[in-house]
């Protein structure tokens, strides 16, 4: 999508990596109504993206964790040690301690929940002026993390226990979970029983309140 302007220093380019084909719609919206943004390039997967010349174009990419394939996380780390000037923002649905971190370690610049794209016009002023740019539940987390620990006991889980959980949560289903993983429902169901058993859990309602109560995510 483009935006013709007699004023090209002022313009921006910018990408979207975003697999769910509506929020990827909403986001490519809000973005074209700005004035400054000349280009908008987006992609749904982290493969086609780094094959693609153009992103090499972007100022600025909003980027999101959960994709099928090479993960958020992972890009920020092959974008950054290419040491391409783009400046990243993660986007997620779920605010996981852990995705924050290693997104910032990473290299992104922004972290923004995808119920919160209200200020995105100062969110893309903020990280192309320079800055870093976080929303206001997610620097609740960062805040809390530095926090003494409370004497709940540590609920140990793997990465891919993590992922499947992220996804439950959401309301995703076994098959669906299965599709999105390319793994098989046995699999999945596996991952199941064994995140059901750490968290001493029976049912979707336990295991949503455990996460919120324990912040597992």
Known sequence: ??????????????????????????????????????????????????????????????????????????????????????????LTNMNSDEMIFNSIKNGALGYLLKSELGQIKSIIDVVLGGGAYITPTIALRVFSSFRPQSDKPKIYLTAREKQILELLVKGKTIPSVSKFLDLSEHTVQGYVKSIYRKLQVHNRSELA????????L
């Open 209 to 216: 309140l455990k996460v919120q109560e324990y912040s597992i």
């Open 1 to 90: 999508m483009s935006h013709d302007s007699s004023n090209e220093t002022n313009q921006i380019k910018i990408g979207i990596l975003e697999n769910d084909e509506y929020f990827l719609d909403e986001l490519k919206n809000r973005i074209s109504e700005l004035e400054n943004v000349s280009d908008i390039f987006s992609w749904q997967t982290a493969e086609m993206l780094l094959r693609d010349p153009l992103h090499k174009k972007m100022d600025l990419l909003f980027l999101d964790i959960m994709l099928p394939g090479i993960s958020g996380i992972e890009v920020v780390k092959i974008l950054t040690e290419k040491n391409e000037n783009i400046k990243i923002i993660m």
